[in-house]
């Protein structure tokens, strides 16, 4: 079978690594576009791929769409590519509303966000194109074991707790509600709470045939960073615009059993993510990263120059709890091969719309609950 032709709009950190992990798998990247020529230019160069001017214009050339944009172009790259009979690819998180929060309640962005994934969803059945939704924690080593712990001992997880923290992002445009959609809950809450909302699914459907969902969340979002008690010593992003530094998320199941989500940009020492599974029967720490496959000691961060050791680490000197590999441990390095083998197969990826669609539901209504400094907020259905 000819290998898939995989078109990445895109061409920054995550475009580049969608690139390099499909090394070894029946696919090739046969286009690259983004908005700025000379990024896209660059990488073409770098990985001798075809440059393209869009994404309309790369269309007629690939198979798959896979979008590594900003937030706010994804949901319009997926309507092109379905309407072009694309399959796709999206990173997280899966899409968002991309407004002034000065000028738009948060009920206001809820139903926004919520008639755009019914029209989403209703735009790829009707395509019948394939979908696979990038959150790489779904694809991370110890959430996969969890699973198939789960499955064989049809474990009942009673509570989960599970955090994604570091020092900030490196975007220059992370922090503007207008282009992310939010602040730490849908940056990096996103992946923390795809891992227990997919693991609660897998349970449901291992023990009664049907995913376990999320039925209501209380949240906090604050804004550390902008406090005025807050000491700045250099070593934390602090420039966010009109987003959150910090968020709790508090989700009960359909079956009354819930899960504690953090996440922020208050953390030190690299990017610090895990799930914790309280179970019936078994307790399991999944731990994403650090994890101590390869604990390194380097006396001179010069000698380690170009390695990536630990990803938000500000320093590759003293003992480093080094990744094997990038994306080893959180999964990025195994989500492609899923991608590639569900679409070849005709199905969608194991990290699937229906995920995407209760992680964002989820968020949203996460933010009408800040909103309400905490109130319990229903998630609605589509
Ligand atoms: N899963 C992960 O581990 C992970 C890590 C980083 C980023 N991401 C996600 O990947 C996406 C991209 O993030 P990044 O860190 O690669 O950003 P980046 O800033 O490094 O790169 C973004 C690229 O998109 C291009 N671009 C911007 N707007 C565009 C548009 N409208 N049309 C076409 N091209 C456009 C830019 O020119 C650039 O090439 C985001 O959704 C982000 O949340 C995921």
Not at 43 to 61: D, K
Not at 350 to 362: G, N, R, V
Not at 371 to 379: P, V
């Amino acid at each position: 079978m000819a290998p898939l032709r995989i078109g990445i709009a895109g061409a920054g950190f995550a475009g580049r690594f969608h690139h390099r992990n499909l090394r070894g798998l029946a696919a090739v990247t046969a286009g690259i576009t983004s908005a700025r020529p000379e990024s896209r230019n660059a990488f073409a160069a770098q990985y001798n791929v075809p440059a393209f001017e869009s994404v309309e214009a790369m269309l007629p050339h690939i198979d798959v769409l896979d979008i590594c944009t900003p937030p706010s172009s994804h949901l319009a790259y997926i309507r092109a590519a379905a309407r072009a009979g694309r399959h796709v690819i999206v990173e997280k998180p899966f899409t968002g509303f991309f407004g002034s929060p000065e000028k738009h309640s948060k009920e206001e962005m809820l139903a926004a966000v919520t008639a755009d994934l019914r029209s989403v969803r209703d735009l790829i059945a009707s395509s019948g194109i394939l979908f696979g939704y990038a959150e790489n924690w779904i694809y991370a080593p110890s959430i996969q074991r969890e699973r198939e712990i789960l499955e064989s001992s049809k474990g009942q997880i009673l509570r989960m707790t599970a955090e994604e923290s570091h020092s900030g992002s490196h975007s220059p445009v992370y922090g503007i509600w207008s282009e992310q959609g939010g602040g730490s809950m849908i940056g990096k809450g996103c992946h923390p709470l795809g891992g227990v909302l997919y693991l609660k699914r897998k349970e449901g459907l291992a023990r009664a045939g049907r995913p376990i969902r999320p039925m209501a969340i209380s949240a906090r979002t604050h804004s550390i960073t902008k406090l005025p008690s807050f000491e700045d010593r250099g070593y934390l992003r602090a420039d966010y615009k009109d987003t959150e530094d910090y968020a709790l998320l508090h989700v009960t199941f359909e079956d009354g059993m819930v899960a504690d989500v953090i996440t922020s940009e208050l953390a030190l020492g690299g990017i610090y993510d895990y799930v914790d599974v309280f179970a019936n029967n078994h307790r399991a720490r999944c731990h994403l990263n650090p994890v101590h496959v390869v604990d390194l000691y380097s006396p001179n961060r010069k000698e380690m120059e170009g390695l990536d050791l630990v990803e938000k680490i500000s320093s590759n000197e003293g003992w480093i709890p080094a990744y094997p590999e990038f994306g080893w441990s959180s999964g990025q390095l195994h989500e492609m091969r899923d991608f590639v083998e569900s679409f070849a197969a005709g199905r969608h990826a194991e990290c699937d719309l229906d995920l995407a669609i209760d992680i964002t539901l989820t968020i949203y209504a996460g933010y009408v609950s800040a909103d309400r400094k905490g109130a319990e907020t229903g998630i609605p259905r589509l």
